[in-house]
């Protein structure tokens, strides 16, 4: 019986979720997502043309479906022979992928980088900084601008990098968790409006739409929440949610930066330049004050608390495993 304390899949991911807490991914192993991330490349390299678009958007599918079937294939293999060796290795496993999937301490490490960066007005660092993670060009950005970019960052990546894999591995385990990796990976790679990947990771663009769709709506939801939580202003959020959420060419983006802009009473999105070339995006939200870096700081607290209100079905569960215990 004392099995069922780990066995409960909401049990595994709550647990997963406080290592990363403690202390975010796992460094003694190879990073799932990096093996990913060299398997697409390996793959581009084979697959990839620079002429024909109907040829590029068909080898394109091939890459995503590859790279998903691949990953998930591995992950429950993988898993199946730890647990024909021993429960507890196999427990094991299942704790390490999950807190491999979850990217909340690495985003807000990056994210407190800029931070620092940003107080001191080192504009130079700043931007070094925000562009590990965001797509953007960020070369020529304000201090503002920096701050927008970082803040924008944080609120797409709780639902890509926090939320979305919580609900996937609730629902199929870490086999789950390690898929949806593998989608968000392939549109992060490929999943550009340029010349290169226009048509070729038009493939991958579209699986990740479809697998973050319900995931965005619902860490929209969690945002507002966390706003109230934490005395922000969440009757903004929830008017600039429902009037800005379709804001973006993405189905999925605009919903959590548009909860965010509303409950910090800022505006996000406007133009904005990618691999040189300006993208008029429309606004996000209300300039009801100017934005500061403090605003990025607010930002990683809401989705840290937009984590803990998804984790809270596997925190639910435990009192119940801890019953087999006794």
Not at 71 to 87: D, P, Q, R
Request: charged residues 20%; neutral net charge.
């Amino acid at each position: 019986m004392i099995g069922k304390i780990i066995i409960t899949t909401p049990s595994v991911v709550a647990a997963a979720f406080l290592i990363d807490v403690i202390v975010g991914d796992p460094v003694v192993l190879p990073h799932p997502v990096r093996l990913i991330g060299k398997l697409i490349l390996f793959l581009e390299h084979i697959l990839y043309i620079d002429h024909d678009e109907e040829k590029q958007f068909r080898r394109g599918i091939c890459l995503t479906l590859t790279v998903i079937i691949t990953s998930m294939v591995t992950t429950a293999l993988l898993l199946f022979a730890a647990f024909s060796i021993n429960f507890w290795l196999g427990t094991i496993l299942r704790v390490i992928l999950c807190t491999y999937c979850i990217a909340a301490c690495d985003l807000k490490r990056s994210a407190m980088k800029v931070y620092r960066a940003c107080k001191d007005n080192d504009i130079d660092l700043a931007r070094s900084m925000v562009s590990r993670i965001v797509g953007r060009d960020t070369d020529k950005l304000n201090m503002e601008g920096v701050i927008k970019a970082a803040v924008e960052s944080v609120a797409e990546s709780t639902c890509d990098g926090v939320i979305a894999p919580v609900i996937y591995m609730l629902l199929f385990g870490a086999t789950g968790g390690i898929t949806y990796k593998a989608i968000n990976t392939l549109d992060s790679m490929t999943g550009y409006h340029n010349d290169r990947y226009e048509y070729f990771g038009k493939a991958s663009a579209i699986t990740d739409d479809i697998a973050n769709f319900i995931p965005s709506r619902v860490s929209a939801v969690l945002i507002i929440i966390s706003s109230a939580i934490l005395h922000l202003d969440f009757r903004n959020a929830v008017i600039i949610w429902k009037r800005d959420r379709r804001n973006h060419k993405s189905p999925n983006s605009a919903q959590t930066e548009s909860a965010i802009s509303g409950a910090l009473d800022i505006r996000l999105g406007g133009p904005a330049f990618y691999f040189g070339k300006a993208e008029n995006k429309p606004f996000i939200g209300d300039e009801k004050r100017t934005i500061c870096c403090d605003d990025i700081l607010i930002s990683c607290r809401i989705m840290y608390f937009a984590a803990i209100l998804a984790i809270i079905p596997g925190i639910l569960f435990l009192p119940y495993a801890i019953y087999y215990l006794l």
